[in-house]
T-cell receptor, first 117, second 109 residues
Framework: GAVVSQHPSRVICKSGTSVKIECRSL??????MFWYRQFPKKSLMLMAT?????????EQGVEKDKFLINHASLTLSTLTVTSAHPEDSSFYIC?????????????FGEGSWLTVV | KNQVEQSPQSLIILEGKNCTLQ??????????LRWYKQDTGRGPVSLTI?????NTKSNGRYTATLDADTKQSSLHITASQLSDSASYIC????????FGAGTRLTVKP
């Protein structure tokens, strides 16, 4: 079945540095990918919607210059947390939407734990 | 106000028992409703997806129901297992996706 892969699964970075998280759809093309943030025991919070070849649409309150999203191909979207701070530490999850002919099914990645020290 | 409300917020049951989780939504119109299972520290995994015209859909021990008139859905888990301990998330889609806060289920031996 369809699989969405995220990398890295865990990353620790120093304050002030940038870190990139990749989201790949392994056996289908995803014109739309989504990025979420999740705090412990809380619901998923949609950060942005990423469409291949165009700029991402960010949810209200999400800084687009802080969380850079690139969807360069139909199978890859990246989230770059720039100038990371400890409060950016969180669980980041991506999802990818399979096409209309496949019922617009959405598959989630396994998530990436980011710790900023 | 969240357009997707789930209840209960948390639930503890004994292994082998059945349980039902609720999802009420105000998203309108909507194209489909999904139930996901999310283990702690993992990405959500799809359990069921139902369109407007479907009333029930099963996936093993999971059965989801949908009443589009009352805008309610339920997820019924039969013969619960320890591995069912997780958060269950209801997601209602129209042009975008609206997430419920989830129900945290704990199955105890």
């Amino acid at each position: 079945g369809a699989v969405v892969s995220q990398h890295p699964s865990r990353v620790i970075c120093k304050s002030g540095t940038s870190v990139k998280i990749e989201c790949r759809s392994l056996d289908f093309q995803a014109t739309t990918m989504f990025w979420y943030r999740q705090f412990p025991k809380k619901s998923l919070m949609l950060m942005a919607t990423s469409n291949e070849g165009s700029k991402a649409t960010y949810e209200q309150g999400v800084e687009k210059d802080k969380f850079l999203i690139n969807h360069a191909s139909l199978t890859l979207s990246t989230l770059t947390v720039t100038s990371a701070h400890p409060e950016d530490s969180s669980f980041y999850i991506c999802s990818a939407k399979q096409g209309v002919t496949s019922g617009n099914t959405i598959y989630f990645g396994e998530g990436s734990w980011l710790t900023v020290v | 106000k969240n357009q997707v409300e789930q209840s209960p917020q948390s639930l503890i049951i004994l292994e082998g028992k059945n349980c039902t989780l609720q999802c009420n939504y105000t998203v309108s119109p909507f194209s489909n409703l999904r139930w996901y299972k999310q283990d702690t520290g993992r990405g959500p995994v799809s359990l069921t997806i139902m369109t407007f015209s479907e009333n029930t859909k099963s996936n093993g021990r999971y059965t989801a129901t949908l009443d589009a008139d009352t805008k309610q859905s339920s997820l019924h888990i039969t013969a619960s297992q320890l591995s069912d301990s997780a958060s269950y998330i209801c997601v209602v889609s129209n042009n975008d996706m609206r997430f419920g806060a989830g129900t945290r289920l704990t199955v105890k031996p």
